[in-house]
């Protein structure tokens, strides 16, 4: 069987490729010249399952996005006490290019608005460090995070560096108030080959699941972000992540997210997934109009919202071979990551004999691990295995032999 996310993701793609809202950003010239059509979806699970669709092949860069990662980098440079002292941790309830400075001590309001970012670059590694240095740091901790060689967009990197008026005016008022030490021309002319480093949908979506996992890599198993420096971004992303929308998208979406106006979005749900979108039109805020759809979309089909209460997260699969069947176990209170191990499971799975779910261990489904069991055992029967089901307590709903042709086990 082929396991069926992927088909959902297209699903999700489908629905929204109307919306031809918004516009590319024009104030970097080279973004203007994007395919305003592109459009990609990738989730990565804690676990280390990736699934994607659409233009998954599309590179941008990643603009804003990088905000989150080098502020962690920061932290993990200089300490977080050091890092407070340059730049806060308030919404700005402001666009992303506002200088926002908190008038009592003059530093950046957040990492997420262009002044704290540039502020953050300028901390990278220790004072007076070498740019070319600083800008390595990022480019080879954002590989790391991707588990891929990443690389700058140089026309990117020249376009923005020649309209970058507006955050050399910012980084001058930065080093007046001595929050930047080192040449503002130096500190931006990094920040924004930061900002141009190329990445995918499916890049993002495990750069996001390694903050999701509090800082291990789901594929390589490296510890690459503290656990703390890995909440603090987290926190920093649900405060500020979205600039002036920063409110409703938490409370609406519940997914702490970080737009770039090249179209790319990145969620993260911690323990559970990492999110990556691109769509190049953007709204009036400067995030991708589609991408923030389809997260919009994901939450709500998947009870994604982060503060929906998961009862503890005590779910768990397993499978075991035996001569007569196979049996796949699921336990706890059953979430999404869980239910893609699942179908992963089952996709791997080469035996021809019975396979049986047994959830009589299981306490709870959310719908849509309850949908995912449901459609992994379809496919199982449509490719012509026997199917069993050990479902006691009816977790899986009221199964319906008409809709769902399988046996039931007592
Ligand atoms: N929102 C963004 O993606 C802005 C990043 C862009 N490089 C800038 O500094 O203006």
């Known amino acids: 069987m082929q396991t069926p996310i992927p088909d959902y993701l297209d699903e999700v793609l489908d629905t929204l490729r109307d919306d031809d809202s918004g516009a590319t950003a024009d104030y970097i010239p080279e973004l203007a010249n994007a395919n305003p059509d ?71 309001k957040n990492s997420m608005i262009n002044a704290g970012a540039i502020a953050a670059h300028g901390l990278l590694l220790g004072e007076h460090a070498d740019p070319e240095e600083r800008v390595d740091r990022v480019l080879t901790l954002f590989s790391k995070l991707a588990g891929r060689q990443l690389r700058i967009d140089d026309k990117v990197f020249q376009s923005e560096l020649e309209t970058a008026d507006h955050n050399l005016a910012m980084a001058h008022m930065l080093k007046k108030y001595r929050i930047l030490t080192d040449d503002p021309h130096e500190v931006v002319t990094g920040y924004t080959r930061q900002c141009s480093i190329l990445v995918t949908v499916e890049d993002l979506s495990m750069m996001a699941a390694t903050l999701a996992n509090g800082g291990v890599q789901p594929r390589s198993r490296e510890r690459i972000l503290d656990a703390d420096t890995s909440r603090q971004v987290m926190s920093v992303m649900a405060v500020a992540g979205m600039y002036d929308g920063a409110g409703d998208w938490l409370t609406r979406v519940g997914i702490p997210a970080k737009s770039g106006v090249a179209g790319g979005l990145v969620g993260v749900l911690p323990d559970q997934v990492g999110i990556g979108a691109f ?89 849509v691990a309850r949908r995912m069991a449901l459609e992994g055992l379809r496919r199982l029967k449509l490719d012509g295995r026997e199917v069993l089901l050990h479902d006691p307590w009816q977790m899986l709903g009221r199964v319906n032999s008409d809709d769902w042709d399988y046996q039931k086990t007592q």
């Not at 804690?46 to 233009?55: H, I, K, N, P, R």
């Not at 759809?293 to 089909?301: G, P, T, W």
């Not at 796949?328 to 869980?338: A, D, I, M, R, S």
């Not at 019975?354 to 306490?363: F, P, Q, R």
Request: proline share 4%; charged share 25%; net charge negative.
């Open 38 to 108: 592109q459009f990609a979806l990738s989730v990565t699970t804690a676990t280390g399952g990736t699934y994607s669709a659409g233009d998954t092949d599309a590179e941008f860069s990643i603009q804003s996005i990088s905000k989150p990662f080098a502020y962690a980098a920061a932290i993990m440079d200089r300490g977080l006490d050091r890092v407070l002292e340059s730049i806060g941790v308030e919404p700005s309830g402001e666009a992303f290019n506002e200088l926002s400075l908190d008038p009592e001590t003059n530093r950046p």
């Open 279 to 367: 769509s190049p039109r953007l709204d009036k805020h400067g995030n991708s109009q589609r991408a923030k759809r389809a997260f919009e979309r994901l939450s709500k089909d998947m009870g994604m919202h982060l503060f929906t209460p998961s009862n503890g997260r005590l779910d768990v699969v397993d499978v075991k071979l035996e001569t007569l069947k196979e049996t796949f176990t699921l336990q706890g209170n059953v979430h999404f990551t869980t239910a893609a191990e699942l179908l992963d499971l089952m996709e791997k799975s080469t035996a021809r004999n019975a396979a049986l779910l047994d959830v009589s261990s299981v306490n709870s489904f959310t719908d």
